[in-house]
């Protein structure tokens, strides 16, 4: 699917609607000394096992895209899950 590089859309900050740039969002790299993430680690260790079971195979076919908007006077970014698409081209 294809969609603008930029819209005009709502920004809460001006409070008004402005032109914003779309990006699409990317998840950063997971913090390996996180709380959680030594926890899970720990659960795993030994002869327990897995703590939950792990999917062999996923159910969906495509994934929820979510969309970064930028407003363009005030730099405030915004999010917004998207369509389920199997590509999108900005």
């Keep these: ?3 603008d590089k930029e819209m005009r859309k709502f920004c ?12 699409i ?5 997971d913090r390996t000394v996180a709380e959680g993430a030594r926890r899970h680690a720990e659960d795993k260790h ?7 079971p792990e ?8 994934k929820k895209i979510t969309l970064r ?8 970014k915004t999010m917004k899950e998207g369509r389920r698409i ?3 081209e900005l």
Excluded: D, E, I, N
């Design 1 to 3: 699917m294809k969609m």
């Design 12 to 23: 809460p900050k001006c409070k008004t609607h402005t032109m914003q740039s779309v990006a």
């Design 25 to 29: 969002y990317k998840k950063g790299k």
């Design 46 to 52: 030994g002869y327990g096992g897995q703590k939950f």
């Design 55 to 62: 999917l062999k195979r996923t159910a969906k076919t495509t």
């Design 69 to 76: 908007y930028t407003c363009k006077t005030c730099q405030r």
């Design 86 to 88: 199997r590509k999108l």
